[in-house]
């Protein structure tokens, strides 16, 4: 499986490896959204620095974010914290913030991101 989802104390930890198509990025959306304490998650941090390759397009990202906001309706204090080097992952991630109204913040690693959860006393 290109993506697995780990639950944490206070949120999620979603790591891709491989490559991933746009149907396993959606699969993990709806996943982490399907939590049954979604509304008690705090972060949901997003790792796609094994990624070598994907399918997911503009389109997925917007389907994605349409259902964050959705969710948003369930838990509107969740940040989200993406980790990627990858130019194309990260434009992606731009049109998702375009849509979605969940604070986001990039990374390029996990520690880094972790700190910063860390920060916002949300780790």
């Given at each position: 499986?290109?993506?697995?989802?780990?639950?944490?104390?206070?949120?999620?930890?979603?790591?891709?490896?491989g490559?991933?198509?746009?149907?396993?990025?959606?699969?993990?959306?709806?996943?982490?959204?399907?939590?049954?304490?979604?509304?008690?998650?705090?972060?949901?941090?997003?790792?796609?620095?094994?990624?070598?390759?994907?399918?997911?397009?503009?389109?997925?990202?917007?389907?994605?974010?349409?259902?964050?906001?959705?969710?948003?309706?369930?838990?509107?204090?969740?940040?989200?914290?993406?980790?990627?080097?990858?130019?194309?992952?990260?434009?992606?991630?731009?049109?998702?913030t375009?849509?979605?109204?969940?604070?986001?913040?990039?990374?390029?690693?996990?520690?880094?991101?972790?700190?910063w959860?860390?920060?916002?006393?949300?780790?």
């Amino acid at each position: 499986m290109p993506f697995q989802i780990t639950r944490e104390q206070r949120g999620i930890y979603k790591k891709f490896s491989g490559f991933v198509s746009k149907t396993e990025f959606l699969q993990s959306v709806f996943e982490a959204q399907s939590d049954p304490d979604y509304d008690r998650l705090a972060y949901s941090l997003n790792d796609f620095l094994a990624v070598s390759g994907h399918d997911v397009g503009t389109r997925h990202v917007e389907t994605a974010a349409a259902y964050a906001l959705g969710a948003e309706l369930i838990n509107p204090k969740i940040k989200i914290a993406i980790v990627c080097i990858d130019q194309d992952i990260r434009d992606l991630v731009g049109r998702f913030t375009a849509i979605s109204n969940y604070p986001l913040a990039l990374f390029t690693s996990v520690e880094e991101a972790r700190n910063w959860l860390q920060l916002m006393q949300y780790a």
